[in-house]
Structures are given as structure tokens and as C-alpha cells.
């Protein structure tokens, strides 16, 4: 026996920040009181200040889904007709959503490890121009792919319609001007680049969204925007929050915020690229090769070799999780994460770990070629040795 630690390795839920984590051990708090309200308005005024954005944020006891949902239920009424630009498994999760709640949904969808192109949302856009809502990813987690959500804001922007943007991985791993950009919808999970468990989501929302709001008649009562608005503004939510998470996520937008949100999205794309260099060094094939994400990186399972296989040797010589593909692409592809805390230590030991897998299933690697890739990759970004953040 030899000691493994666990590793979680996955695009969400991601590791946890050490001082989020011990900062849940003092949730026997009540939620209506002075001390709790103080948490739960640093929050909502860190996530602002973040997210960077004079948009109002709401935040919901619930895991990332629950954002969307409260999105389609708050602003939209049955029959109205919305696009959905999708990319893969959670852009599906998009059009079967505004299908559940009987929006005309017309679905502009490409083949999974490709991205939706801003102007075939244009030319949808134009054909349709009663349309009240665009949706999309900007971060496709299960491809590994990412949007160009700039250009496709200048698109919706110039139309009646709002454009809403699951960003549940686009935060934290790549640029997002909510304001500037048209992003009247952004949507974010706490399981992701936020580094505490899952089970807290989040929306900013703008003007032109609000007043969607005013129009909606779909039924809802838990997710309730308005509600939720009003109880914010009084440091408080509409009902019992998830204290635990509140408290954990104060922690980590203290240190994304000592970080910089610019510096966090840095890590992931350099994380992401050394990732690349390293899989291609090593005669693997990326998934998403045209526009690919920095949330993580999808790479194809060689000829042959079942991705299941990969995934079940990390966890039993390693006791690294990661991530398989979802639905069809389950078997083919696997999903080196980036998004959060994680450091270049652990994509050494995840690329030395693959080289070791790969060899001993039949794969041909000369050891160190991928890690090499890693190294000149941090040598080349000049990776300034800082102290380590507590
Ligand atoms: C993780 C994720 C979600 C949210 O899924 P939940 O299980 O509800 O948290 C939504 N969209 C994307 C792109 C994701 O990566």
C-alpha cells in the first residue's frame, strides 16, 4: 500500500480553497441576525465588485441549474420565441429548459467540439426578429469549447432581445465585460472557479433583462427575481440560505479579490495552454481543437483505447478524479480541468500521471514529453515566483 491522496480534478465541483473550507465549520449561525447579514452583503457587494459589473446580483441556495431556471421562469412567458445557440450537453440543457416552461425555442446547434458562430445567430436573429432571448454557454464545459460571447453581445444587443449567458465556467477563465459586452443575463455556480462545494448559484442581471421581468407570466415561486432583489438589498435572502456556503464563499472572493479576477482567468488559460502543448506534444488529439476553452480541455481518447480507461486508472493509481465525456462523447473524450485552485503543481503530477497511463495501456510515450511541454510553457510565461497565499 502506498499512501494516495484524493485528488479532485474535475471542471465542477473543483478543489476547494483551504480558508473557504474552514470558514463553513461556523455556520451554526441564524441567518437573521447582524453577523450573518454582514456576510451575506460582503458577498453580494464582492460578486459586484468581481464580476465587475453595475448590474444588480442575486444569488440562489442552489446548484448552477437553478440560475437558469430562475432566468426562463422570471422573464419569459409561454410561447415566446428565443434561440439557443448550442454547443454541446449544457447548451441541450438550454433548449430542453425553455421547451419544459413552452418557449418556441428555435435551437442553433453545431456538432459537439465546435463552436456556435456569432453570425449564425445573426442570421437567426434576423429571420426571427420577435425573438425576446438569446442563450448560450459561454463556456461549454462538456466539449471543452469556448464562445466569442463579445461578438455574439454586439449581435443581440443591436435587436429587442436579451442575451443571457451561462457563464457557470466562462467566470474566472476567460475575459467577460457583463456591461460593455450586452451580457444582460451571466450566470455563475459556486462549484466552479469560485472554489467552494456546490449548491449556491448566482445571475447578474440589467436593465433591458428587468424589464422582461415586467411582461413574464410564467408561473414561479421559489426562484422569484424581484423577491430576491428586494431581500438582497436588506442583506438578506427570501428564504433560508445555504449559511455553510455563505460563509465559504465571503472566504474565497476575499482571496479572488486579493488575486485580482484578471489574474484567476491568467491561471486558467496558462494552465490550459500548457495543457494543450502537452497533449499534442504526446501525439494526442484535442476535442475542441478550433476555439478551445480554458475551463478545461478536452482530449480524445487514442484509437482504440476507451476514455473510461484513462478516467479509472487516474483514480486507482492516483486517486485523481476526472472528468469523462458526457452523454455520446462518454468513452471517447477526457477533461483536464482549470478553472479555480489549481496550480502548475497539479498539472505536473496530472501529465507525468497521464504519460504513466497511456504507456502502460499500449500507448506509445516517451516519459517526460508532455511534462516538458508543461515546463517550457512556465519557463516561456515567466511564472514570478510569489509567496504562497494563506
Ligand atoms: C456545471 C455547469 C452547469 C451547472 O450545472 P449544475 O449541476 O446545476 O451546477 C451549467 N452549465 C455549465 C456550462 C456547467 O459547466
Redesign the pocket.
Known sequence: MHIKKQRLLT??PTPLYPPALHAMMASDIHHRTEDFRKAYRSCLADLKEVLHTSHDVLLFA?????A?DATVSNLFSKGDKVIVGSAGK?GE?WAEMARAYGLDANVVSVPYGQVVRPGQLEEALAREPATKGVFV?A????TGAAHDVQAMGRVVAKTGAIFVV?A??GLGTMPLNIDGWGLDVLIG?S??AFMIP?GL?LLSISPKAWRLSETSTLPHYYFDLKKEKKSGEAGESSWTPATSLILALAESLRYIKQLGMEQLVENAQLLAHATRAAVVAMGLELFSPGSPAA?ATAVKAPRGMDSGVIIKEFRNRFGAIIADGQGTMKGQIFRIAHLGYFDFADLFGVVAGLEIILKANGFPVTYGTGVAAVEQVYEQAAVKPQPVHA
Do not use: H, L, V
Open positions: 471542471p465542477g442552489a446548484s448552477g441549474t437553478g437558469m449544457f440543457r454557454q463556456s461549454e464545459t462538456s451561462d457557470i465556467t455556480g462549484q466552479k456546490p448559484a475551463s
